[in-house]
């Protein structure tokens, strides 16, 4: 009878992760569809310069984003889960001081940073910047406390209030380089505008839904340096991965286009080529999008779980391992073998192929390193693997300028790979998996024939045009993907088990 009970408690477990996937996976869809809408008529109306400039400011945005949309807030709910209130208020206070402290610096620093990336108009937005990072502890407050609480519908919908507003303004600004001929700088500095103001609707949206309030907790007395220091590392290590890919822009986005320049190219030209590199960021994020609505709504379970039998959770960390693997590495495979035509629909031409190839390996490769990460996480393993993620950045620090000066943007791309595989071999050292599990002939073969069925597709459909490329593009993928899935439903390339993480999917 105990027996009985753990399995429905598992399966009641397993069944609320995959309606939080869902909710939380089709939020997230519609927030990349809408960040891809604007970096379409973005790119094409200011052309790769132009998105070089907005691309400079952008990771700066993005971090305080992943703060507020995913660092923060898991961590905030993994400490609900733990029932650690304490933690929680000292975490509160820690993350409202951090956040406050950088935007004043960057507030009076605006202009410095700006030359330093090598775009000295481009200060305003770095006060755009400053401002966003007020808000932040705010807005990741009331975001943990609903996914801890497993109240997703309004964070799911706060993710698509913020992305809307956001790329309103961003269409705004790129209207007003086409009507009133504004250079990209004067644009790029509006549309960093547009985090400020999303932010700023988004908590005020989630405060008057919630019936929590941060202000008391933070006017609460008696927080020790001892209680900061134990919420500190695992904090500072949850939320550095939380912006992990962005430090990696970050640092292209100093030094990429100033050792261009100093390689002897002319600026102009610099600007475009890294416009046609920063092409891989939004690439990027679409293809980590499956992964990472699993990892924010498996997290909480998995923590549970942890708490409640440990021999369980290693049987389900297992389980979810191979689920990350084999969905990361078909996603990364079916995304290669379409990339020209996705370069081609949405940035109109297909330069620098060989760069994005390889940036889009990060796929793999960073879903991967977010599995271990997270089992670190949940395990306790703090030290070591903030050890990991810094030695990662300082690699990527170390190797970014001597490549990109023999290699240009390929050479920036392969950088940031190195990087990752690095952590990634770091991780797999310590953390103990089955691999023998992922030993499955038939994966790789119905992949292979996928990867081969969709790169055939697009050499013969017809592709002269942005239209026709589209066109290419749906028949491809979606003759792919319907292969995939059919060749390993019937042959039976999967277990139950692994399936039963989709969330449509229902055991006859």
């Avoid at 070089?52 to 898991?74: E, K, M, R, S």
């Avoid at 920063?278 to 293809?287: E, H, K, S, V």
């Avoid at 049987?315 to 590495?329: A, G, K, M």
Wanted: a positive charge.
């Amino acid at each position: 009878m105990e027996r009985l009970v753990v399995t429905l408690k598992q399966e009641k477990l397993l069944q609320e992760a995959k309606t939080a996937s869902l909710l939380v996976g089709l939020s997230s869809l519609v927030s990349k569809i809408l960040a891809a809408i604007y970096r379409i008529p973005y790119q094409n109306l200011v052309g790769d310069r132009g998105f070089y400039a907005y691309q400079q400011i952008y990771p700066f945005l993005a971090i305080i984003t992943a703060l507020g949309l995913t660092g923060f807030p898991n961590l905030i709910s993994s400490l609900l889960q733990k029932s650690s209130s304490r933690h929680l208020v000292s975490f509160l206070k820690l993350s409202t001081i951090f956040s406050w402290v950088t935007a004043s610096l960057m507030l009076l620093g605006h202009q410095i940073l700006a030359n330093w990336i090598g775009a000295s108009r481009l200060g305003p937005a770095f006060i755009w910047v400053a401002a966003t990072f007020f808000i932040t502890p705010f807005l990741s407050f009331y975001r943990g406390i609903d996914q801890g609480q497993g109240k997703l519908r309004v964070t799911a919908l706060s993710q698509v209030v913020e992305q809307v507003v956001r790329v309103l303004i961003i269409i705004v600004a790129a209207a007003c380089y086409l009507v009133y001929r504004w250079d990209i700088y004067q644009t790029a500095n509006l549309a960093a505008s547009g985090n400020f103001f999303a932010s700023l609707v988004t908590v005020v949206y989630l405060a008057y839904q919630s019936k929590e309030n941060p202000l008391p907790l933070l006017a609460q007395r008696g927080m020790s340096l001892a209680e900061l220091g134990s919420a500190a590392i695992p904090s500072l290590v949850f939320t550095l991965y939380a912006m992990y890919l962005l430090l990696f822009q970050l640092i292209d986005a100093f030094l990429v286009k100033n050792i261009l320049v100093e390689q002897g190219m002319a600026n102009q030209l610099a600007e475009a080529l890294k416009g046609v590199y920063d092409r891989g960021q939004p690439l990027l994020q679409f293809g980590l999008l499956v992964t990472t609505a699993l990892f924010t709504s498996y997290l909480p379970k998995l923590t549970q779980l942890y708490l409640a039998n440990e021999k369980t959770y290693e049987l389900e960390r297992q389980r979810f391992f191979e689920v990350i693997f084999y969905l990361s590495l078909t996603i990364t495979v079916g995304f290669l073998s379409v990339l020209p035509q996705v370069n081609q629909v949405l940035f109109t031409d297909r330069q620098g192929l060989l760069a994005l190839s390889l940036y889009s390996s990060l796929i793999f490769l960073a879903s991967m390193v977010q599995y271990f990460h997270h089992h670190c996480f949940i395990v306790g393993q703090h030290r070591s693997s903030l050890l990991y993620l810094f030695l990662g950045v300082l690699l990527k620090l170390l190797i970014t300028g001597p490549l990109t000066g023999f290699f240009g943007i390929v050479g920036s791309s392969l950088s940031t790979c190195l990087s990752l595989v690095f952590v990634l071999l770091a991780y797999v050292r310590q953390v103990p998996v089955n691999w023998a599990n992922l030993v499955n002939g038939k994966f790789y073969l119905v992949l292979s024939i996928m990867g081969l069925l969709v790169f055939g597709l697009t050499q013969f459909l017809p592709q002269d045009s942005r239209i026709w490329a589209f066109m290419s593009l749906l028949l491809s993928t979606g003759l792919g993907g319907g292969i995939f899935l059919l060749l390993s439903y019937h042959w039976q390339v999967f277990p139950d088990s692994l399936w039963s993480f989709l969330p449509f999917f229902h055991k006859k």
